[in-house]
């Protein structure tokens, strides 16, 4: 999977799972999540749970940083750190 | 209106159709946090179940809401003799043969109460915990995640958010706020709604409610357990984990079609 085909694959289940009122393609990889879609901790619960079900990694107590939630890019980075 | 389970007095609400009818339903809430966040939903489907001619009751197990007691005092064999004290309550005062629906350790306590008695009408399982251990760990996390947040806002380093979310006494974990004892987390990790299969024999719904339209697995494998049972997905917000009004109909809607199809 290229990188541009996974940060695809987490714009599009943050949408489906935080039933956000958005076009997966209009966020930009480097745009501040928290801010812009106002992500709380019920939304990040639901982003963990998705990261883990969809690309089969599983976050650490240790791994949880407001820095990782903050882009796409940053998410991205801890999937592909995660799976390799 | 009070009924007595284990020598405590437990809150209920009976909610009764405006005919006569010869069926009811126990409501068996989530706990903690949950259940907070799910109260609203809960009594919308109290409502939307009894309009629907089928009587509702709902109630406070021992520990919770406005029943007596500390959440941390009692335990899921506790929690499991409150709802045959409901059903029995439920059964006085509408003559009428009794199901259980339940949410989250809710749907798996009362699953368990249809395992012992097989006169349970039916059974609407709304999301069931079918792995206690991954439900302590989604708790856990929910806290870790909390704590991270709340130290986000008040403008501290995040890094630390685990250690501090995770300084309960030793043997017991926190959920949000809800002491849960040693003896209590033991139970829960026990929890495995899938082996051994059920073996309640009557109509069986299993509601899974996320953002999919699918149904996870899980909650299939767990439905085919069932002699007699279905599996729905519906798609809704998570009732049980949002504070505040969240369109719930989607959910009441399913799970009253299904209930007047039985």
């Not at chain 2, 250690?163 to 495995?192: C, H, K, L, W």
Request: one cysteine or more; hydrophobic letters at 40%; glycine letters at 6%.
């Amino acid at each position: 999977m290229s990188d541009q085909q996974l940060k695809q694959q987490i714009k599009e289940m943050i949408v489906e799972r935080l039933f956000l009122d958005a076009d997966p393609n209009a966020i930009a990889d480097d745009e501040n999540l928290m801010e812009n879609y106002e992500i709380d901790s019920v939304n990040l619960f639901e982003i963990v749970v998705g990261l883990e079900e969809q690309f089969e990694i599983s976050f650490e107590d240790e791994d949880f940083s407001v820095d990782l939630f903050a882009t796409i890019d940053s998410l991205a980075e801890y999937v592909e750190r995660k799976r390799s | 209106m009070n009924f007595e389970s284990g020598g405590e007095p437990l809150h209920g609400v009976l909610h009764v159709p405006s005919e006569p009818t010869s069926r009811a339903l126990v409501l068996c809430h989530p706990f903690a946090e949950e259940k907070k966040c799910a109260h609203r939903t809960m009594v919308e489907a109290a409502r939307a179940i009894a309009e629907a001619g089928i009587a509702v009751l709902r109630f406070d197990h021992r520990g919770c809401g406005d029943s007596p007691g500390s959440f941390d005092a009692y335990d899921l064999c506790g929690w499991r003799e409150d709802i045959s004290g409901a059903l029995d309550c439920a059964a006085r005062e509408t003559t009428a043969e009794v199901g259980l629906l339940g949410l989250r350790l809710g749907a798996t306590l009362a699953a368990q109460v249809a395992e012992e008695l097989p006169d349970v009408a039916c059974l609407a399982l709304w999301e069931p915990i079918i792995d206690g251990e991954r439900y302590i760990k989604q708790n856990l996390r929910r806290s870790v995640i909390k704590a991270m947040m709340t130290r986000h806002e008040g403008g501290e380093e995040s890094e630390d958010a685990a250690a501090e979310a995770g300084a309960p006494a030793e043997g017991t974990v926190d959920f949000d706020g809800y002491s849960v004892p040693e003896a209590m987390r033991e139970q829960m990790e026990q929890i495995n709604l899938l082996a051994p299969p059920p073996s309640y024999a009557g109509p069986a719904l299993v509601l899974n409610i996320s953002a999919k339209d699918a149904i996870a697995e899980p909650m299939q494998q767990l439905a085919d357990a069932y002699e007699r049972g279905v599996a729905v997905a519906v798609r809704a917000e998570p009732v049980w984990q949002r504070i505040g009004v969240i369109d719930a109909e989607p959910i009441i809607s399913a799970t009253v079609d299904w209930l007047r199809r039985q």
